[in-house]
């Protein structure tokens, strides 16, 4: 990651008060490595399950509703932010009108992060809180001193400028609330303007789901069926490690290679149904994932989990009966069995 533009404002607002004021940095934060250090915390705590997608209403801006698209258009041409100083306190000032109306929100450090990756350029705007910690002086003694609170994100969003200025239509802007009440990650959507926000876990398991259902239409034998699924798997993982969006034709793609085009056809028939109604991107999150390799299920009793593909094996299932017969249990398992 190689951050470009970096600059940091304020925004003092207390929980009950309508009125909020804006402390705007005069120029850029310096790229030093206390800037690199604080970016790496918030692009790890950013990766973490909890995020939402979706792509701007209005990608062009318009003098209704958002204003961040439309600040983006002004500012961000040929891949460089002509003035990246007055874009941060123009959205910071958008903001503030998205925050002031909520008596219950509270202020916070307000971070605008431009950095490319990969030849992409990225946007981060990022809520930060502040909280008390304890220093130790020359003399080692202690004293109250205020920090960035990094154990947890508050909100955040990322938005993929050349997917957006391209008019890609997939989703290019992904943001989570971390542990945000309800009425802040409300205005906090509004104030990016975004349409119709998917929450990757949701999207992740449709996957899951899809793919269960493309065996079954296909009456894909047991262990053909498992080898299918965890392939789509290690896509998902591959993608999700490198914070990429996964292609759903990438998946049909597979499907062609393992089995035909009519069969690539009929996977993305499904994926289009009504049921999925599956976007052609997706972000993954990687604990979504587990239903494609695991079996899982349990009672107020019973607890049972096992890797799909001992199903066959060690494992096998009447269907009559409804019966599941374990042939090789673990040994911890059954060394506390025969000391009954």
């Known amino acids: 990651m190689s951050i470009t533009n970096l600059i940091v404002h304020e925004i003092q607002k207390h929980d009950g008060e309508r009125k909020a004021i804006l402390i705007a940095r ?31 209403s209005n990608p062009e801006g318009s003098e209704e509703g958002s204003q961040l698209p439309a600040l983006l258009n002004k500012h961000f041409k040929e891949n460089v932010f002509e003035d990246f100083e007055g874009f941060s306190k123009n959205c910071a000032a958008e903001y503030l009108k998205y925050l002031e109306p909520v008596e219950e929100a509270e202020g916070g450090l307000l971070w605008f992060n431009h950095y490319e990756l990969h030849d992409t350029h990225f946007l981060y705007i990022v809520m930060l809180k502040r909280k008390q910690g304890i220093g130790l002086g020359a003399d080692l003694s202690l004293s109250q001193v205020e920090q960035i609170e990094m154990e947890k994100l508050h909100m955040a969003l990322r938005i993929n400028l050349n997917a957006w200025r391209a008019g890609d239509e997939g989703r290019y802007i992904a943001f989570r609330f971390g542990r945000a009440p309800k009425h802040e990650s409300e205005y906090f959507t509004q104030f990016i303007g ?36 965890r392939v789509v798997s290690e896509h998902c993982q591959s993608k999700a490690e490198e914070r990429e969006p996964l292609a759903i034709q990438q998946i049909a793609n597979e499907v062609e290679s393992r089995f035909s085009i009519e069969q690539a056809n009929k996977f993305l028939e499904i994926a289009s149904s009504e049921t999925f109604q599956m976007e052609k991107e997706i972000f993954v999150e990687k604990a979504a994932l587990k239903k494609l390799t695991r079996l899982s299920g349990s009672s107020r009793a019973l607890t049972l989990s096992f890797d799909s593909e001992l199903l066959g094996e060690s494992i096998s299932f009447n269907a009559d009966t409804g019966t599941l017969t374990i042939h090789e249990l673990p040994k911890s398992l059954l060394k506390q069995l025969q000391s009954l």
């Open 26 to 56: 005069p120029n850029e934060n310096p790229v030093d490595a206390q800037a690199e250090a604080l970016s790496e915390q918030v692009t790890n705590l950013f990766n973490r399950s909890g995020m939402n997608t979706g792509r701007f």
């Open 194 to 229: 975004c349409d119709e926000p998917k929450v990757a876990a949701k999207e992740t398991r449709k996957l899951v789901d899809l793919t269960s259902a493309f065996c079954q239409s296909e009456g894909l034998p047991t262990k053909q069926a498992n080898d299918f699924k």
